[in-house]
């Protein structure tokens, strides 16, 4: 299969303008026009009780109160503001009943989330359950032959418990979670795809996500671009791990960020766009292995750059992101030998939804 080139992503210095139109890298048929894939890696924790609505907006970066969606998409923090793990936090809809949540989290993480929850919940009314086994999440996004318009007024329809805008970016489309979906309506006259092709979905996107990519108890939110995905509320007030997220708003300085990359071997052309090759092995490089610019001043080499994790020939890592020069370039190149001594390059693509422009100035927080 060739290399197939993912679309630009265009935005208006905001995250909520995207114009977005990526290529089907699936085979899709011109009659089956969506794609989803069934992501099980996701788990699910249902909060219930009268005082959840509180309760979740004291412990998160976004806004529960304010919110008028049935989606937030937010981080849980420590007392010390790094990134236990990113989540999406559905309303569910009881008009009659006490307020009631689900929190959609990698699977991996619901027992460690579910410990962390129950420390805060003191005499407030408040219910957990672990609703990873009835409950399943599938990510639903357009193909190329499909309209923005189109797509969303057929998105719109309800399907399963939660069906939601995903709040991250447009291209990546809704993610609905119920029981046994696979014969709707909706996916039957659908594509669909592995939770590999989600995947590169998400990376061609550059969009982070789950705990190979924000590492739990040592990433930073803004290292995982949670400012620019709609995921932090800086008026909210005080939640676990405000105090150092709000200062580092504040002076505007992320040093590093988790940034998609492609590979490329020494004999090959170095990529002009990002791309996925499903010719590669699925995991050639290393998670952790470090990344050295190819072009780089001694102030920029003092920093680390860290592939975190990826499929074929794409991933994710987290770069100086002064090697874009305040967003002057749009790319970086980077080298590294593998672990069985190959050597290999790596071309970082900024995504338009991260805006560098505006000045930095070095603080302690981001080292």
Request: glycine fraction near 4%; charged fraction near 30%; charge should be positive.
């Amino acid at each position: 299969m060739q290399a197939i080139k993912s679309s630009n992503l265009l935005f208006n210095n905001s995250i909520n303008t995207i114009k977005y139109n990526l290529p089907s890298i699936f085979n899709a048929s011109q009659k089956r026009l969506k794609h989803y894939a069934l992501l099980n890696s996701r788990g699910l924790i249902r909060v219930k009780g009268e005082d959840s609505t509180k309760y979740l907006h004291s412990i998160i970066t976004n806004n529960v109160e304010k919110n008028k969606e049935n989606v937030l998409y937010a981080d849980f923090l420590t007392n010390k503001g790094r990134v236990i793990c990113d989540s999406f936090v559905y309303k569910i809809d009881n008009k009659d009943e006490s307020p009631e949540y689900l929190i959609d989290v990698d699977k991996s993480l619901v027992p460690y989330l579910l410990k962390y929850l129950k420390r805060y919940i003191l005499r407030s009314d408040i219910h957990l359950f672990n609703a990873s086994k009835n409950l399943k999440v599938w990510s639903v996004w357009k193909s190329d032959n499909e309209t923005e318009e189109d797509f969303n007024k057929e998105l719109q329809n309800n399907i399963g418990v939660i069906n939601a805008k995903d709040p991250r970016c447009p291209s990546m489309g809704y993610r609905i979670v119920g029981k046994k979906l696979e014969n709707s309506e909706l996916f039957t006259k659908s594509t669909k795809q592995t939770e590999d092709d989600y995947k590169v979905h998400r990376i061609l996107n550059g969009i982070p996500e789950g705990p190979k990519e924000l590492i739990k108890n040592t990433s930073f939110p803004f290292e995982a671009n949670l400012d620019f995905l709609n995921g932090v509320d800086y008026h909210k007030g005080c939640y676990i791990g405000q105090e150092l997220t709000y200062r580092t708003h504040k002076r505007g300085v992320t040093r590093k960020r988790l940034i998609p990359v492609q590979f490329y071997k020494e004999n090959e052309t170095e990529p002009e766009k990002l791309a996925v090759d499903t010719k590669w092995e699925k995991s050639v490089v290393e998670p952790g292995i470090k990344l050295t610019p190819c072009e780089a001043g001694e102030n920029e080499n003092r920093i680390k750059n860290i592939y975190r994790d990826g499929i074929y020939n794409l991933g994710m890592a987290l770069v100086n992101v002064d090697l874009f020069k305040n967003g002057e370039k749009k790319t970086t190149l980077f080298s590294f030998n593998t672990k069985d001594n190959q050597k290999l390059f790596a071309k970082a693509f900024l995504p338009n939804y991260i805006d560098l422009t505006k000045k930095e100035e070095k603080t302690e927080t981001e080292e």
